[in-house]
C-alpha cells in the first residue's frame, strides 16, 4: 500500500481547477485590463501634463493668438517661424545662450571633477566639508539671485570690496551685473557657483564605482599617480562626466530663474537667454502664438542635441 | 491746529454732501484695486469717509508695482469681477475701453453733472479719453503724477562748491532749467566728496523689464523734437519718433548716464532713485512726484535739505513724462452701480482736496490751481506746472509689446552701448510698425 493510497479524493470537479489569480477574483477584470487600470493615470497626467500642451503649443504656432486679449486665434501660417528664424536679435539670445551654456559647463565640469576627486580622498572635516559643498544646489534660486544681486552690489556688496583688495581698484568703480562686458560673465559665475556640486556629486558617483583592484594592480604596475588618473580614474569616470554635461546642458538652456533674477537680461540684452526672451513675448508682450513658435524651436533644438548626445553616451559606454 | 480744524470742517462738509448717497443699505462692500505705494495708504484714510457716508464697507487689494500690470490686466481680460473699481494705468485706457473691460462714463457723468472740464485737460487726455482727444470718458481723474527732479538744496548752498562752480562755468550753482544745464551741474557733482561721501551728479530710470528707462529716456527726448506720430497722419512714425532731434535727445540721456549715474544703477527705477537720494549718493533724483510728499518729509534728506524742479527744457520746448491713474469701474463688477456711487462721491470738490491733504494728488483744477496748494508743499509749484507740460506714451490696446520694444532699444543703447542713437531709433520704427499692423492700424 502506498503513501497515496491513504489520501482523501476531492469533492468531484474541485481537483482539476487551479486556483485563480488574486486580482481577477477580486475584480473580474483580465491581466491586461489591470495592467491598464494601473498604467491609465500615468498616461492620463503625461498626455494632460505634456503631450496636450505641446500639441497644443505647435498649434498656437501657426496663429497670431494673443492671450491677454479676445480674439479669435488667426491662424497665419508659417509667419512666426519665419520671423523668429529671420530674427537677428533671437540669433543674438541664441549665442548669448551658447556663451552661458558652454562655459558654465566647462566650468563646472572642471571644477566639479576636482572637487570630487578631493572629496574622495579622506581627510579630517570630510562630512562637514562635503556638506559646505553642497550647499549651494540646495537653495532655491530665487535665494540665489537675490542673494548674489546683494553681494555684487558696487557700493555695499562685499565681493566689489574683495576684489578691491586684491586688485587695488575702487570697490564702487565697477560693477558686475551692470557691465556691458562683466554681466555674461557674472551669469556664468553664479550659475557655476550653484550647479558645481551637482556635477561633482555625480563625479563622486563615478569614482566610488571604480573597483579598487584596478589601483592596486597599476600600483603594482608602478604606475604614477598621473598616469593612473589618465588610464583609470578619467576613462571610468567619462560616462558620468557626459551624463552629468547632458543634465547641466538642458538645465543650463532653459536657465530662467536665476539670470532674471541677476541681471533680467541685461545691461541691453547682454546676458538676454533664450528663455528670458520666451518669457517675455510669452507673458510681457502677450504674443502667445510668437511664444509658442520660439517653444518648438527650442523644444526642437533642445530634443535633437539631447538624443545626438545620447547616443554618442551610449558609444562610449559601449567602449 | 488750522489745518486740523480745516480737516474737520471738510469731513463734516463731506457727510453733508454725501447725505443722498448714506441711503445705502449697510452690509455690502466695494474692492478697489491699485498699486501698493505711499498714496494707496492716503486713499485707505480716505476711503473711511466713503464707508461713513454710504454705510458700503472699502475693501482693497493694492499689488507691487512690478506685478501691477501684469496682475490687474489678467484680471480685467479674464471677466474678473475681483476689483469693483480699479486706478489703472494711463496706458491701459485703450484696451480696457475696446475690451469693454471698464464702464463707459459719459452717460453717468451727464446725469451727475460732473464735468470733465473740472480736471486738467492732460490728465482727462491721459486717465479718461480713449479715443485720445474725443469726449468718450472710461475714467475719472484720480491721480495726477508727472516725472520731477529733486535736489540736493543743502549741498547746492555750500559756499565752497558754489564758488568752484561760479568759476568753473560763469554761472551760479543753481536748479538746472536745461538739459545742458543738468548736464553740467551732474558733471559737476560727480566725483565729489561731500559729507565724507563720494557722491554721484544725479540718478535717472534706467529699469529694463517693466516701463523704467522709456519713462525716463522720454524726459529728455520730448524736449529735443520726439514725438510717437505725425499729428496730421495717425500712425505716421517715420521721420517723427527717429528725428535727428529725438537721436539727440537719446544721446543726452545717455551722456547723463555714462557721466552721473551711480555705478551698478543700470536696472533701476523708482525706489533705486529713492534710495540713492536718501543715502546721499546722488545730488539730483529723477523721479515721479507722487514720492515727493514722502521725501519732503524724509528725516534724513528731506525738510530745508530737499529742493524740488521741474523736468529741464531742450531746444524744441519743455516737457515732461505724464504718470497718474484714472479710476474706473470695472464692467465685470457685480456692484457696479456701487461702484458708480463711490465715484459720484470722489469726484466731488471737498473729497478730491482731502485726497490731496492726505498725501494722494487730485486731478482737480480748483484743487491744484488754488494758492493754497501751491503755498502747502516745497513741490507744489513746479508740481502744477509740470502737469501742464506733460506727455504720455501710447495708450493702444497693444501698449505693452510697444513699450518693451522701446524698453529695448533705449536699455541696449543707453546701458549697453549697442549701436547707435539713430539705430536705436531706426529699428524702434520697425518694430512698432510691425505692432500696428497686427493691430490692424497702417503705420504707412
Known amino acids: ?319 | 491746529m488750522v489745518k486740523s480744524l480745516s480737516f474737520a470742517g471738510l469731513i463734516a462738509a463731506g457727510l453733508v454732501a454725501a447725505a443722498p448717497l448714506s441711503a445705502h443699505a449697510e452690509g455690502k462692500s466695494l474692492t478697489m484695486c491699485w498699486a501698493a505705494w505711499d498714496p494707496a495708504n492716503a486713499l485707505v484714510e480716505l476711503d473711511k469717509d466713503f464707508t461713513k457716508a454710504t454705510g458700503i464697507e472699502m475693501k482693497h487689494e493694492f499689488v507691487p508695482w512690478t506685478s501691477y500690470a501684469d496682475h490687474f490686466i489678467n484680471l480685467l481680460n479674464s471677466r474678473s469681477a475681483e476689483c469693483d473699481l480699479i486706478i489703472g494705468d494711463s496706458q491701459w485706457i485703450g484696451g480696457a475701453a475696446e475690451n469693454k473691460w471698464y464702464v463707459k462714463l459719459n452717460d453717468f457723468f451727464e446725469k451727475n453733472k460732473i464735468s470733465m472740464d473740472s480736471f486738467l485737460p492732460a490728465t482727462v487726455v491721459g486717465y479718461a479719453e480713449w479715443p485720445k482727444d474725443t469726449p468718450n470718458y472710461w475714467g475719472l481723474p484720480a491721480m495726477a503724477d508727472a516725472v520731477g527732479w529733486t535736489y540736493r538744496k543743502d549741498w547746492f548752498a555750500k559756499p565752497d562748491l558754489r564758488a568752484e562752480f561760479k568759476a568753473k562755468y560763469n554761472r551760479e550753482l543753481e536748479p538746472p532749467k536745461t538739459w545742458d544745464e543738468l548736464i553740467e551741474v551732474s558733471k559737476f557733482f560727480t566725483g565729489k566728496e561731500i559729507d565724507g561721501k563720494k557722491v554721484y551728479g544725479s540718478y535717472i530710470f534706467t529699469e529694463r523689464g517693466s516701463e523704467g528707462i522709456t519713462m525716463g529716456v522720454t524726459n529728455a527726448m520730448y524736449n529735443y523734437g520726439f514725438d510717437y506720430m505725425d499729428a496730421k497722419k495717425p500712425y505716421h512714425m517715420e521721420g517723427i519718433v527717429n528725428s535727428a532731434g529725438a537721436a539727440k535727445g537719446m544721446d543726452v540721456y545717455k551722456e547723463l548716464f555714462d557721466c552721473c549715474q551711480p555705478k551698478g544703477l543700470t536696472n533701476a527705477y523708482m525706489q533705486e532713485g529713492l534710495d540713492a537720494f536718501k543715502s546721499g549718493e546722488v545730488a539730483m533724483q529723477m523721479n515721479w512726484y507722487a514720492f515727493f510728499p514722502g521725501l519732503a518729509k524724509d528725516p534724513q534728506v528731506g525738510g530745508d535739505k530737499i529742493g524740488f524742479f521741474k523736468n529741464p527744457a531742450g531746444p524744441t520746448g519743455q516737457f515732461t513724462q505724464l504718470g497718474g491713474q484714472g479710476l474706473s469701474v470695472v464692467a465685470a463688477s457685480k456692484d457696479v452701480d456701487d461702484a458708480l456711487l463711490y465715484v459720484k462721491w470722489f469726484a466731488q470738490a471737498d473729497v478730491q482736496q482731502k485726497w490731496t491733504d492726505l498725501g494722494g494728488a487730485s486731478a482737480s483744477k480748483a484743487v491744484l490751481m488754488s494758492d493754497a496748494y501751491k503755498k502747502s508743499a516745497p513741490y507744489a509749484p513746479s508740481f502744477v506746472e509740470s502737469m501742464g507740460m506733460v506727455k504720455d506714451f501710447w495708450a493702444e490696446p497693444l501698449y505693452v509689446p510697444l513699450l518693451l520694444d522701446m524698453q529695448n532699444r533705449v536699455h541696449d543703447y543707453v546701458v549697453a552701448n549697442k549701436g547707435t542713437s539713430q539705430q536705436a531709433l531706426d529699428a524702434l520704427v520697425k518694430d512698432w510698425k510691425k505692432v500696428f499692423k497686427q493691430e490692424g492700424k497702417d503705420p504707412s
Open chain 1, 1 to 319: 500500500m502506498s503513501g497515496m493510497d491513504t489520501i482523501t479524493p476531492l469533492a468531484p470537479g474541485t481537483s482539476t481547477r487551479s486556483p485563480p489569480p488574486r486580482v481577477r477574483r477580486i475584480s473580474g477584470l483580465s491581466d491586461r485590463a489591470v495592467v491598464w487600470l494601473f498604467i491609465a493615470p500615468t498616461m492620463f497626467l503625461l498626455l494632460a501634463i505634456n503631450i496636450f500642451p505641446l500639441i497644443w503649443a505647435i498649434r498656437l504656432s501657426f496663429t497670431g493668438f494673443m492671450a491677454n486679449l479676445p480674439r479669435p486665434l488667426g491662424f497665419i501660417g508659417i509667419d512666426n517661424y519665419v520671423d523668429i528664424l529671420t530674427d537677428e536679435d533671437i540669433w543674438t539670445n541664441f549665442q548669448v545662450t551658447a556663451h552661458f551654456v558652454f562655459w558654465t559647463i566647462v566650468l563646472q565640469v572642471l571644477i566639479g571633477l576636482a572637487l570630487a576627486l578631493l572629496i574622495n580622498q579622506k581627510f579630517r572635516g570630510h562630512s562637514f566639508w562635503t556638506t559646505v559643498i553642497l550647499l549651494p544646489m540646495m537653495l532655491s534660486p530665487a535665494v540665489v539671485g537675490n542673494f548674489w544681486t546683494l553681494l555684487l552690489q558696487p557700493q555695499i556688496g562685499p565681493f566689489n570690496y574683495f576684489i578691491g583688495f586684491f586688485t587695488g581698484a575702487a570697490p564702487s568703480s565697477f560693477t558686475m551685473i551692470g557691465s556691458v562686458s562683466l554681466a555674461p560673465w557674472t551669469i556664468v559665475m553664479v550659475n557655476t557657483w550653484m550647479w558645481t556640486p551637482y556635477v561633482m556629486l555625480i563625479c563622486l558617483a563615478g569614482l566610488r564605482s571604480i573597483p579598487e583592484y584596478i589601483y592596486e594592480a597599476a600600483e603594482v604596475d608602478r604606475a604614477s599617480s598621473l598616469r593612473q588618473f589618465w588610464s583609470i580614474t578619467l576613462p571610468m569616470v567619462t560616462p558620468f562626466l557626459m551624463l552629468a554635461v547632458l543634465f547641466q546642458a538642458i538645465q543650463s538652456f532653459e536657465m530662467f530663474d536665476l539670470v532674471n533674477l541677476l541681471t533680467s537680461g541685461g545691461p541691453g540684452s547682454t546676458t538676454e537667454l533664450v528663455s528670458i526672451t520666451l518669457k517675455r513675448a510669452a507673458f510681457e508682450k502677450w504674443q502667445t502664438g510668437y511664444a509658442s513658435a520660439l517653444a518648438v524651436i527650442l523644444f526642437v533644438t533642445v530634443f535633437g542635441a539631447a538624443n545626438i548626445y545620447v547616443k554618442l553616451l551610449n558609444k562610449v559606454k559601449q567602449q
